[in-house]
């Protein structure tokens, strides 16, 4: 979250590095507490760049199965500086994804801070 100064009354937001620091650690910290988690990454502002004050972090959370409907599933984003967003398929829903607009924009933006060890790809 945006921090005040104590001489200050100007919030300052995180920056890119912060904010990807704090990503990379929860995301570690959630594939440990949540075997069926395969890869987190990040999409959006803080991906390209252009982030500014009031910016979310849009979270990407792939998990191997999960029998919550997809507008249900949620993980605990509360120790991240700045709000989440988090948009969690299986792998099996995101090969659907993937052709769509969004998927395209996912595949080439995004900031991979986790990948399973047994999955192809950036870690």
Not at 2 to 13: G, M
Not at 40 to 51: F, H, K, L, V
Not at 61 to 86: F, H, K, N, W, Y
Not at 94 to 102: A, D
Request: hydrophobic share 45%; net charge negative.
């Amino acid at each position: 979250m945006p921090v005040r100064s104590l001489t200050s009354s100007v919030l300052k937001w995180p920056d890119r590095e912060t904010v990807d620091r704090a990503v990379r650690a929860w995301a570690h910290a959630m594939a440990e507490a949540y075997s069926e988690i395969v890869r987190i990454g990040y999409i959006g502002s803080y991906a390209r760049g252009d982030w500014g004050p009031g910016s979310d972090v849009d979270l990407v959370i792939l998990v191997e199965t999960s029998a919550g409907a997809l507008i249900r599933r949620a993980v605990d984003a509360l120790d991240l500086s700045v709000p989440a967003d988090l948009f969690v398929y299986t792998v099996e829903e995101w090969e659907g994804v993937r052709p769509t607009r969004f998927g395209q924009m996912v595949e080439r933006e995004a900031v991979w801070v986790y990948v399973r060890a047994t999955e192809p790809g950036p870690a």
